[in-house]
């Protein structure tokens, strides 16, 4: 669980945060987090520009909780909420702690998606400015190069490989990667930080919604097997292994 709440002091941008843990204990806890963190920065509800939530790609159980909480909290007070890309999140996160050095760079964000995938999508970083290369896709781990061109890669340098997905998936992660010399690797998650300093772009952009109108976005549209279907590969597996 992430939340920050940012505010303009003195001329530059102040940031509260908090990172708690995941899981059923972290939808007990948004809620009071969010307004203790707005007491920290003398902040209402009524006060904010808008409110953002990551919308996805993730967890559909995460996704949900962060909408209709983002949701819930607009709609009360009249203000709009902001849809942020989970996987962009990631890809300022990893620039921020990283390639603050770099005026240029390719990062290609990652996160866990369960069933041997992951969730991908390419953004080149210039001009202080992010580019989407490569739109959100669901790709198994030793796929990555087929998703990442060598055209992406060699747009600017350097390259890097950012998300959660490293410990759980290792070398098979971007195998044979097409920048030829290799990518810089970071851990990195779409914190509520990264997303606030994506926000006054997005804000500018006109990204915002109205509350009844913010969506998640759902790259998978199926997260379980039937019992057909285990039962149809049990038996393939069980018939491949009698010949």
């Not at 990551?54 to 949701?71: D, E, H, I, K, M």
């Amino acid at each position: 669980m992430s939340v920050a709440v940012s505010r303009t002091v003195d001329g530059q941008a102040r940031q509260w945060q908090h990172t708690a843990a995941g899981g059923a204990k972290a939808s007990i806890d948004l809620i009071p987090t969010i307004l203790d963190l707005l007491r920290q920065a003398d902040l209402r509800l009524a006060d904010l520009q808008a409110i953002c939530f990551g919308s996805g790609p993730g967890s559909f159980t995460g996704l949900r909780t962060a909408c209709s909480v983002a949701q819930g909290l607009a709609f009360g007070v009249n203000v709009p909420v902001l849809p942020v890309d989970s996987l962009l999140a990631v890809a300022e996160e990893a620039r921020h702690v990283g390639l603050q050095a770099h005026p240029q760079g390719v990062v290609t964000a990652l996160l866990d998606a369960r069933m041997d995938e992951m969730y991908a999508a390419t953004y080149a970083w210039d001009a202080g400015q992010w580019t989407e290369l490569q739109g959100s896709a669901l790709v198994r781990p030793q796929d990555l190069t087929q998703f990442v061109t060598e055209a992406t890669t060699r747009k600017t340098q350097p390259w890097v490989m950012a998300g959660n997905v490293f410990a759980v998936y290792g070398e098979r992660v971007g195998a044979g990667d097409p920048a030829g010399a290799g990518a810089l690797r970071l851990p990195a998650l779409p914190t509520a930080s990264a997303m606030l300093r994506l926000a006054p772009r997005l804000l500018a952009a006109g990204k915002a919604v109205a509350a009844e109108q913010a969506l998640p976005s759902y790259i998978r549209d199926k997260v379980a097997k039937t019992t057909a279907e285990r039962a149809a590969e049990k038996a393939a597996v069980n018939a491949s292994g009698s010949l």
